[in-house]
DNA sequence: TACGTGTGTGAAAAATTATTAACTTTGAAT
DNA sequence: ATTCAAAGTTAATAATTTTTCACACACGTA
């Protein structure tokens, strides 16, 4: 697979340097002596990786840098050429966005190892979706622990948020107090199961709240609580 | 696809009866009599139901709903036959492990109903297996919000656990301060981020609580934080 | 319809968590 | 070595979450 790399910067050394690095690790690289050339290039083609020199004169890294993350292509890997010691442009470049700087002059190995680094986490960003369903209208964003119902988040505890979890991905299933206790809860439990019922009527509430108003968590008198399935026409 | 269904019950007409509602939809019938002869059958033969009647004379329906959960097999779906308003033996079942009950005399349509809601569940939680990972020897386990070392569970509250998700998820990229209290904190947030100092701090110690040494959140001084990536050999 | 339980609800009490602030230690740069 | 700013640490305070309790209401049964 072959690693298209752009490398901006307005130092004609600098650039030949990191192109003589880089090419015999098979990466094809493409260069940009200015901010706008870089920001052309890139509406152009697709990379796999900026190398991007913050102090460029007219557009800067940070203009490019914020152009790209707001509208060219939110998750291209960028990593920043800085100054040594120059810790604000740092700091700013990552609060922008990027995802790594070097600091220049740099080891050859360890830039090869950003880049590395950087890359194969963008590799995983893509499987990073995962953890995401939605239920009767409902978005679960497990990594988030985000619950949200058209655009607005739920603003859950933790312990609402784990029982409404549990019960959204074993839909149609149906806990007594005393396991929903048992399972969520850590260790175990002495005290009053009937704090479930307090934990269900806020999140009913907080539902309510954002405009949800289906009942999908149903009481099972005598038993406990279950989420309605997706599809469920009430049965029996 | 050919489902193997286990009827128990002592009585041979609720057997039949059973028998003669599932055949027609392609469900291998086998019978039991007794709880004992049920864990005979269960031991040699892998089913993927069981409809299983409480009240039975020596072994009943408890005493196999354990045995099964706790050895035989920790999955199988099962429905308990149960008679009305025995609500008392309906928790106590569902307490058990049971997925769900059915009460005597049942409508042949709900049986059904129920069946195929039970084990459409049932393969679905195969896919429940997601959301678990290992990063230096630490198992995140995104549907419980745990995370554990050696079996043990960090303790840790909602905040100390989006953090750590966060940076888990995310190993080797670098955070400010500033970037971790917008991403994990509600809304904007105006306070002071040094907060996170404390989170760090608080996180770090509860590693070491449950024996964890080794120093995977690593300080980026005048930056912020960040998680080692699992094979890093430290840079720089 | 009346009864005995099980559940909904609101608010207080208890427990936990999050933040702040002050002080100490550490790191980088001169 | 000295200095300044950043990070570690601790403890107090503030804020939130969780539990409990009491009472109202609903459900199924006689």
Known sequence: ME??????????????LLSVCLKPFGYVIDEAQTGFE?????????????LLDIM???????????????????????????ALGDTDRIVKGLQLGADDYIVKP???????????????????????????????QLLFEENKLKVSYREQTLPLTKKEYKL?????KNS?????????????????????????????????????????????IETVWGIGYQMLEEDSIKDE
Chains 1, 2 share one sequence.
Do not use: C
Request: hydrophobic share 40%; aromatic share 6%.
């Open 3 to 16: 690693n298209k790399v752009l490398i901006v910067d307005d130092e004609k050394e600098m650039r030949n």
């Open 38 to 50: 870089a920001l052309e290039k890139i509406i152009g083609e697709k990379y796999d990786l900026l």
């Open 56 to 82: 460029m004169p007219t557009v800067d890294g940070f203009e490019v840098l914020r152009n790209v993350r707001e509208i060219l292509d939110k998750d291209v890997p960028i990593i920043l050429l800085t």
């Open 106 to 136: 740099f080891e050859p190995r360890e830039l090869l190892a950003r880049i590395q680094s950087v890359m194969r986490r963008a590799q995983k960003s893509g499987v990073l979706e995962e953890g995401k369903f939605s239920l009767h």
């Open 164 to 168: 409404l979890l549990r019960l959204a």
């Open 172 to 216: 149609g299933r149906v806990y007594s107090r005393e396991q929903l206790v048992q399972l969520e809860w850590e260790d175990y439990y002495e005290g009053d199961a009937r704090t479930i019922d307090t934990h269900i009527k806020n999140i009913r509430e907080k539902l309510k709240a954002v405009g949800f108003t289906k009942q999908i």
